[in-house]
């Protein structure tokens, strides 16, 4: 039953009229997770359906679609990373399209469940398809579409098709989903099979992944991100490379990398950077310099530690390539004898947009 479904061809009420108005690009983003694992898979499989000739292209963080072969139909272009370049080349064009924004718990338990990896480790490429869906998601071009999307499966298909211009009856709608196997499943239901079988996260890990992730989810479409925060469990110790850090550090020994890490993402853009970080009693007068930097210095501070406590400290951070991962490190300047240190978190707030950008591009 279900292989001669899937064999049926959709029978148009006008072959040519669905896709008169769309005569460009079909482009969807994301980042990973469920819903955008499934929405590239139900868009490529619908539009198979409906427009011949169809040309599926899948761009990773430094791909463009310039690099792409020649190609006479139309192309439906997916990408979990979508880069900067890809990004204005879609604007210049007018290309329509849609994000995918999951929910940030689902899509770290389902990232860990594809690469095998901690939680902290699942965040890293979440954060990259996150910041570099956000400018898409800021543009009349795009359209958001959330995990709690509302309707059937073929509402879901023609809300989908609608923003790329192309309309269809609701009975070829259900005939589409009939064929690619998607009709009377819930799509939460379908969302959830990837991580059914994994355990909870934490409160702890929940509330880690609402401090990297949740500012720039929240915001994902507004002209100003959320403030982000990356706390002590998402860095790295400079004594045992690939460590997690400990509350407190002995800083006993020659000058050094302390943190360092974690190794996300931020829109484009001017920052205010804010390290937090406490000291013992005996620190006894040390140096530290703390550095931001991708594939250049972001930005940077000399700190002069006196006296024991908790301290914040402040530096401007210049972000203009958001394709890129950044490495925050913690530095002492000279040997101690003694002295402990514990960082607490690495928070960027106050954002501006970069002179060469118009005010709601991140």
């Not at 990373?81 to 689902?106: H, I, Y």
């Not at 939460?188 to 099979?193: D, P």
């Not at 992944?209 to 994902?220: F, S």
């Amino acid at each position: 039953m279900l292989l001669a479904a899937l064999n049926r061809p959709v029978r148009l009420c006008d072959a040519a009229d669905p896709l008169r108005k769309s005569d460009m690009d079909f482009v969807a983003v994301g980042y990973p997770s469920p819903l955008a694992k499934w929405a590239f898979l139900f868009l490529e499989q619908a539009l198979r359906r409906i427009v011949p000739n169809l040309s599926v292209v899948r761009l990773d963080r430094f791909d463009t679609l310039a690099e792409q072969p020649e190609h006479a139909g139309k192309r439906l272009v997916l990408s979990m990373f979508p880069n900067p370049a890809f990004a204005e080349a879609c604007f210049r064009s007018g290309r329509p399209c849609l994000v995918f924004a999951d929910d940030l718990v689902e899509s770290v338990r389902h990232t860990q469940a594809t690469h095998r990896i901690s939680p902290y480790a699942a965040l890293r490429p979440i954060s990259a398809g996150l910041v570099l869906a956000r400018p898409f998601a800021q543009t009349d071009l795009g359209k958001v579409i959330r995990r709690d999307i509302r309707g059937t499966p073929a509402d879901i298909l023609r809300i989908f098709l609608e923003h790329f211009a192309i309309d269809i009856s609701s009975d070829i709608a259900e005939d589409i989903c009939q064929g690619i196997g998607f009709e009377d499943v819930s799509l939460s239901a379908k969302l959830r099979q990837d991580t059914r079988d994994l355990p909870e996260p934490s409160d702890a890990d929940r509330d880690v992944i609402a401090q990297v992730l949740g500012g720039l989810h929240e915001n994902l479409g507004q002209p100003t991100p959320g403030e982000v925060t990356w706390p002590r469990q998402c860095f790295l110790l400079g004594d045992q490379p690939n460590s997690a850090v400990p509350v407190a550090i002995d800083l006993t020994g020659r000058a050094r990398i302390i943190f360092y890490g974690p190794y996300f993402h931020l829109p484009r853009g001017y920052w205010n950077a804010r390290v937090l970080i406490g000291f013992s009693r005996d620190i006894r007068g040390m140096p530290f310099s703390i550095e931001a930097h991708s594939t250049e210095l972001l930005g940077k501070a000399r700190v002069f530690a006196e006296l024991g406590g908790i301290f914040e400290f402040e530096f401007a951070a210049r972000v203009a390539k958001p394709h890129e991962p950044i490495e925050i490190r913690i530095m002492s300047e000279q040997g101690a004898i003694e002295g402990h240190m514990g960082l607490i978190s690495v928070g960027f707030r106050d954002w501006r947009p970069l002179s060469d950008d118009p005010a709601s591009t991140a």
